[in-house]
């Protein structure tokens, strides 16, 4: 009996340890699973986001040509842009321009001079989070809302015709470019270093990481299916080599883009081709636009 009774004492004795240390185990692979996860997308958050603000209390003063404007998300964000009127009449295009993960409209005022030098109205704006813009940049969502109101205020305070409206999109810019365009009418779109999605960047940016996992991810920025359902006229740009987006993502993004559509491969241009490729770069975006929105038939202004 006494031989028994401490079989059960042993046995029930070293059951309840394995159950702590079995809880234990489970425990630390839940709080190991959960800081995973955070951890993975406070990397992708640093890759997908680097707002630069401005001072709201000294603000920039809009390059020559341009004129400071603001308008509402669909959340009630106000986000800031310059609006430059083309310098001859009438205007071939209006050209919304979405800018990379990096900066803010004072990197690229001189792209807005540049483009309407050669008879463009151009919109240059800052996601939230970004420049002057309010509210915080965290999820594609957002961002895709941001494009959306750019267009709208093109459209119903400059009286912009859709048709004669470009999207031009730049790195992470090309993924929202892409999506507005699949929501709303506008007359081209143009995707300078972008990528087909953010699985497919990730697999290169950090190749350690199996791709089965990249669910996990908050933003899925999937450019190439989306292009599918965008049925303009599409350039697609890309410097070779580019070390921040492979060149290879740019012809992903043209065979998914359907007709009418065109590759430009710029060598030794890199990631921002319209920083570097020169004035030959700029004699072929206006030869696009305006037979992209001829071709559409636009040749009236209200």
């Not at 483009?115 to 594609?140: C, I, K, M, Q, W």
């Not at 143009?190 to 669910?215: M, V």
Request: with cysteine; net charge positive.
């Amino acid at each position: 009996i006494n031989s028994t009774r401490w079989f059960i004492s042993f046995v029930s004795y070293h059951l309840k340890r394995l159950t702590h240390i079995s809880a234990f185990l489970v425990g630390a692979l839940v709080l190991g699973s959960v800081a995973f996860v955070f951890g993975l997308r406070w990397v992708e958050s640093l890759m997908t986001f680097r707002p630069a603000l401005l001072d709201a209390k000294h603000p920039p003063q809009p390059p020559s040509g341009a004129e400071d404007v603001w308008f509402t998300s669909a959340d009630g964000t106000h986000l800031h842009g310059w609006y430059f009127n083309a310098q001859s009449w009438p205007p071939a295009a209006t050209i919304i321009y979405f800018h990379g993960n990096g900066g803010n409209v004072t990197n690229v005022g001189w792209w807005g001079q540049s483009l309407a030098r050669r008879g463009f109205n151009v919109l240059l704006f800052d996601y939230r989070g970004y420049g002057l813009s309010g509210g915080t940049a965290a999820n594609e969502a957002d961002l895709y809302n941001d494009g959306k109101a750019a267009l709208s205020f093109v459209v119903n305070e400059k009286y912009a015709w859709p048709n004669q409206i470009v999207l031009y999109g730049q790195s992470l810019g090309t993924t929202v470019a892409t999506d507005v365009a699949t929501h709303c009418g506008c007359g081209a779109l143009i995707l300078e270093s972008g990528f087909s999605s953010a699985s497919s960047l990730a697999s290169r940016r950090l190749p350690l990481l199996p791709r089965w996992l990249h669910f996990l991810g908050r933003n899925r920025l999937e450019s190439a299916r989306k292009l599918k359902n965008v049925n303009v006229p599409v350039l697609i740009t890309h410097g070779d080599p580019d070390l921040t987006i492979p060149t290879d993502e740019g012809r992903a993004l043209f065979a998914a883009a359907n007709e009418p559509k065109k590759l430009l491969i710029f060598p030794g241009a890199g990631h921002s081709v319209f920083s570097s490729a020169g004035p030959a770069y700029l004699d072929q975006l206006e030869q696009f636009i305006r037979g992209a929105v001829v071709s559409r038939g636009v040749t009236e202004q209200r």
